[in-house]
Structures are given as C-alpha cells and as structure tokens.
C-alpha cells in the first residue's frame, strides 16, 4: 500500500497562477483533509471532506477550493495564488476506528 | 489563549535520558489525543494515541492523559539522537468531522 500520496512534490508559481495539488489514498479511508504548515503556525486546515461527496471549510479556506472526485482522490485548487499561500501543503486520510489521521509527504509551494 | 499549547523548545536532553512533553488543551469536549512526531522537512507520523485517562504505553513511549487538568504528556525512555524531531500534539472533538487541532509542536533535541 502506498498509503498517502501527493503531488507535486514541489512547486513555483507567480501571483495570480492557479493550480491544483492532487492527493489520492489507497487505505479506503472515509475522511481525507487539506493543511497548510507555516513556521510558528502549526498545521492548520483548510478544507475536510467527511465523507464521498461532501466537502466543509475549515479554519483556513479563503482563496482555496476542493473537490472530492471519488473516494479515493482529494484534491485542492488555488485559483489564482498570493504570496500569502507559500506554505507547506499536506493532504490526510482518517482511519475511522482509531481517529488516526496518515499524511502524505506534502508539497512545497513557493508564490513569487 | 489557544486551543492546544506547546512549548516550543527547543528542549534538550542528554542520551539516554527521559524527555518529557507537554501538551495543554482548552476545550473540555476533546476526547482523543495523538502524538506526532515530524522530521524537519518530512510529514508528521503516528507515535500513539490515547483516549482514556491514564497511561499507555508503546516500547519506549509513554502518553498521559489527565482530562480534569486538560493535559496530556509523552514520556521518551532512553532517548535517542534519532529521536531528535518536532513533536506534535493534536486533539480531537467527537463529530463535526471530527477534525483534529494541532499544536505549534516541541522540538526536541537529544544530546549524544
């Protein structure tokens, strides 16, 4: 099992691009979530989607959209990217029995 | 005052000795505690999770939790250079996705 996957692994944009960070799980995993980690901040999310078809917001979502295309993909868009949103991205499923959440190995994002 | 508290360290201690962790939450409803522990540059993994008052105990590691205090602690027995890392406290409310709330993490540095 891969567990978490994620990609890109790294990654440059300029203001105003978009792009689109894909994550896929192979645990069969319900939940799946969207962080970012920042120096001092700690992990905070962005978006979870509960279950297949449903999507909520969550501490951090402006300038962030999502789709949950299946159960087993997740994936986060930035419409158009601020410096603001260089970050570190994780994406996370939850193994429903314990609570327990797996991470991927992330994306680094630089916006110039 | 934030929702889980750390401190931020660094806390260093010698080989082989006990490190101690601590971790503060604010909101009494919390009914699950993880440890995890992140690598600089890597993502974050599973040390243990906790629910109940008490201790648990996985090889060298120790959580605690005490829930009338709003606190939980991880012990590290015969601490290792490997053991060097962030470490990172997250709690979880039941339902609402059941979502988890980081702390900023300790650092953790041991000393050969």
């Known amino acids: 099992n891969a567990g978490v996957t994620q990609t890109p692994k790294f990654q440059v944009l300029k203001t105003g691009q978009s792009m689109t960070l894909q994550c896929a799980q192979d645990m069969n995993h319900n939940s799946m979530y969207w962080y970012r980690q920042d120096p001092g901040m700690g992990l905070r999310l962005i978006y979870y989607?509960?279950?297949?078809?449903?999507?909520d917001k969550g501490e951090v979502p402006n300038g962030y959209n999502v789709s949950r295309l299946n159960k087993r993909e997740f994936s986060l868009r930035l419409e158009s990217a601020a410096p603001s949103q260089t970050s570190v991205y994780f994406c996370?499923?939850?193994?429903?029995?314990?609570?327990?959440?797996?991470f991927g190995p992330g994306t680094r994002l630089t916006v110039l | 005052q934030k929702e889980v508290e750390q401190n931020s360290g660094p806390l260093s201690v010698p080989e082989g000795a006990i490190a101690s962790l601590n971790c503060t939450y604010s909101?009494?409803?919390?009914?699950?505690f993880f440890w995890y522990r992140q690598y600089s540059g890597k993502s974050p993994e599973l040390i243990m999770f906790i629910y109940s008052n008490g201790d648990k105990e996985d090889g060298r590691f120790t959580a605690q939790l005490n829930k009338a205090s709003q606190y939980v602690s991880l012990l590290i027995r015969d601490s290792q250079p490997s053991d060097s890392a962030t470490y990172l406290c997250a709690v979880m409310k039941a339902g609402g996705g059941n979502k988890l709330t980081f702390g900023t993490g300790t650092q953790l540095k041991v000393e050969l």
């Open positions: 996370a499923s939850r193994e429903t029995a314990s609570g327990t959440q797996y």
């Open positions: 909101d009494r409803g919390s009914q699950s």
């Open positions: 989607s509960a279950s297949e078809g449903t999507t």
